[in-house]
């Protein structure tokens, strides 16, 4: 191969190299300067050429002729001016700076007041630009409606949205909220229960104006059945409160610490009243009383003790009868029962059993004499005859010791011919010819207190129209069984004149 061939071909090589290196950095090498290039390295090749022509000695200038083809190496020193000292494959003529790697044309553009890509602009279009948000009322948070993308924070704007009121600088994040129907720390909510200025609420459960202090909550209004007065002592009572009335019920009614007699506000109508009970039978001395709301030591709410020394005596008592003692406390020693008679303490000793001017219905009676030496309460006696017919006393009927009791078929005066009587028997009649009047403690006869017998006059005097009576010196169960000790009473007018 010819040098001229060789340098021909080591130019189209190099041209090619640096349309290749070109390219890379975005620059374009012409033909034109590829085919000037190659233009000085023949001028040497053709002196080369013209020594040999020679054929002489000189012809070695010929070859220094070829060392024109080092020409093309002065071409090649001319292009070694432009360099790429930073190895960001661009070079010193378009690289703006070209000891920083990171600058270069087409390089990404960042926020750190350098032009990174060679366009005579800072900063601009940054990926790594930061938003920044108009903050209007200037609390330090921005609109987030109101944002711009930028290196460097425009006038009146920071980094941090959040401003859900850009208007008002007491309304941002982390603001005081208050009770004011704002959303002062935009935090999506009114009012909340942590407003700086929120009011302390207790559970009022029964609805008597005052809460639970152990049970509240703060709000900035009064949840319902919440009340703001936290003084109620019992929530469950809706008569405990401070506007309760203080009683006696060993309860602190009006919530001031204080109970029953130790609270100056005590009503005082409900204050019970009891009795000193020295003898300890639960009864206490009526003229001992004092006024408490619990029984002080040794006092009982039961009165009515009418001797506070003797336990044996109060209104709960046996009362014995008629031994001169009130143990049951009524005022009055117990009566005789006709269970604590014997025979001959009740004596017949009088009877009409055959008036003349009423009819007998109405008109017969007789009399009981009380021969026991006490008060005897007739309550249970049993009244008989010969016959069948009977009656027993009902009810209290008291006769005292040596007075006597009439009983009469019909009790009214206007109608029975005058007779004042006491116990009333319509059940039973006398026998005007002859019968029998017995008296008994009951139906049994285990004890018969006296018997009468009459007999149509035969052993004991018979009237007609007047009544048979015993002799005064004579009141006794076994004499009255003589008839002579019997005798008719005289005439004396009795209403209708029996």
Same mark, same amino acid.
């Given at each position: ?77 001319? #292009? ?18 070209? #000891? ?79 009770? #004011?129907?704002? #959303? ?16 302390s609420y207790f559970a009022d ?131 005789y029962t006709v269970l604590d ?158």
């Amino acid at each position: 191969m010819s040098v001229s061939a060789a340098v021909s071909k080591s130019w189209i090589t190099l041209c090619a190299h640096r349309v290749a290196q070109a390219a890379l950095v975005g620059l374009a090498l012409s033909a034109a300067g590829c085919e000037a290039e190659k233009g000085g390295g023949d001028s040497g090749a053709d002196g080369a050429d013209g020594g040999a022509a020679d054929g002489n000695a000189d012809g070695a200038d010929g070859a220094d002729g070829a060392d024109g083809a080092d020409g093309a190496d002065g071409a090649d020193g001319a #292009d070694g001016g432009a360099t790429d000292a930073d190895g960001d494959g661009a070079t010193a003529d378009v690289d703006c700076d070209d #000891d920083d790697p990171d600058t270069y044309p087409g390089a990404p553009e960042l926020c750190d007041s350098v032009d990174n890509d060679c366009d005579d602009e800072i900063d601009e279009e940054a990926p790594d630009a930061p938003t920044w948000y108009a903050d209007g009322d200037d609390d330090g948070f921005g609109d987030p409606e109101a944002s711009v993308v930028s290196c460097a924070p425009p006038p009146d704007t920071v980094p941090e949205a959040g401003d859900c009121d850009d208007g008002d600088a007491t309304v941002a994040p982390g603001a005081e909220e208050r009770c #004011d129907t704002i #959303d002062s720390d935009c935090d999506g909510s009114l009012d909340d229960p942590d407003a700086v200025d929120a009011t302390s609420y207790f559970a009022d459960d029964d609805d008597d104006g005052y809460g639970d202090p152990d049970e509240g909550l703060t709000a900035c209004s009064a949840p319902v059945g919440y009340v703001a007065d936290d003084q109620d002592c019992d929530d469950g009572d809706e008569y405990t409160s401070p506007d309760g009335l203080e009683v006696c019920d060993g309860r602190d009614n009006d919530c001031d610490g204080l109970v029953d007699q130790d609270d100056g506000s005590l009503d005082p109508s409900t204050l019970s009243e009891f009795y000193a009970d020295v003898d300890g039978d639960t009864y206490g001395d009526p003229a001992s009383v004092v006024e408490a709301c619990a029984a002080p030591a040794g006092a009982v709410s039961a009165a009515g003790d009418c001797d506070d020394t003797d336990l044996a005596v109060n209104p709960a008592a046996l009362d014995l009868p008629q031994d001169g003692n009130d143990q049951d406390c009524d005022g009055v020693d117990a009566p005789y029962t006709v269970l604590d008679l014997v025979e001959g303490d009740l004596v017949l000793t009088e009877f009409m059993q055959n008036p003349a001017l009423v009819l007998d219905s109405v008109g017969e009676w007789f009399e009981v004499y009380n021969n026991s030496g006490g008060v005897v309460n007739l309550d249970g006696l049993y009244v008989y005859d010969l016959g069948s017919e009977s009656f027993t006393v009902s009810g209290a009927l008291l006769v005292e010791p040596g007075d006597s009791i009439v009983f009469a078929f019909n009790g009214d005066v206007a109608v029975n011919g005058g007779v004042p009587t006491d116990y009333d028997f319509p059940t039973m009649t006398l026998g005007n010819s002859d019968d029998e009047l017995g008296l008994a403690e009951s139906r049994a006869k285990t004890v018969i207190f006296d018997e009468v017998l009459w007999d149509n006059g035969v052993t004991m005097p018979d009237g007609n129209g007047q009544s048979a009576s015993l002799d005064p010196a004579a009141l006794d169960a076994t004499l009255n069984d003589d008839g002579a000790n019997w005798c008719l009473t005289q005439t004396i007018t009795y209403g209708l004149g029996d």
